[in-house]
């Protein structure tokens, strides 16, 4: 971990090589919350867990410099990155030029996964902008283990936070945000 660290300093001062360095250490957890996220999408996401590693890793170490204060920092980072592709693509989805909110048909009776709630992604993150507004501390809480898909412990570490407080900031958010979203 203070390979990435370091490697994220390099990145900072405009060293090329740094990058290339960077995502053999990190793809394969970057990947595996990828896949988490894309496993609680809708049917028919033709988005893949690689896909959504690339893209986010060239928004954070693309052109621009930026600066990340601890390797915590590039991971949040990240999920935010994460969180926004998807949302893109849901409102790509959703625009008439794709077919609006016109459904798909099944050529079978019942799909397989017939049963199981999928989760409009564009309503929790409206929800999730509207908590961030009021509540930013609790919000990145809720970006951090939903979208990055990091336990309560490791949540409380990159935040800098302790166990207790990110339990109350966890209950929190979620009551808030299922407050937000039952009635859709």
């Known amino acids: 971990m203070a390979d990435v660290t370091r490697i994220l300093s390099q990145i ?3 060293d090329p090589i740094a990058a290339e360095q960077l ?3 990190i793809y394969d957890e970057l990947r595996k919350l990828a896949a988490a996220k894309l ?3 809708k049917p028919g996401q ?3 867990a ?3 590693v690339h893209e986010a890793y060239l928004r ?3 052109s621009e410099a930026r600066h990340w204060d601890t390797r915590g920092h590039f991971y949040a980072a990240a999920a935010e990155a994460m969180r926004r592709i998807l949302v893109e693509g849901a409102r790509r989805k959703r625009s008439a030029k794709r077919g609006g909110g016109m459904d ?3 050529l079978f009776d019942v799909p397989a996964d017939a049963g199981q709630q999928s989760l409009d992604l564009l309503a929790l993150d409206e ?3 509207k908590l961030e507004a009021d509540h930013p501390d609790k919000a990145r809480v809720v970006k951090l283990r939903f979208f990055a898909g990091l336990t309560l412990e490791e949540t409380a570490a990159l935040l800098g936070a302790s166990r207790a407080t990110t339990q109350r900031n966890w209950a929190y958010a979620r009551a808030w945000l299922f407050g937000r979203l039952k009635d859709r």
Do not use: S
Request: cysteine-free; hydrophobic content about 50%; glycine content about 8%.
């Open 23 to 25: 995502l053999p250490l």
């Open 39 to 41: 496993a609680k999408e």
């Open 60 to 62: 954070l170490v693309g």
């Open 50 to 52: 690689t896909a959504l």
């Open 12 to 14: 900072e001062d405009g």
């Open 46 to 48: 033709t988005l893949q």
């Open 104 to 106: 798909r048909i099944a």
């Open 127 to 129: 929800a999730l902008e």
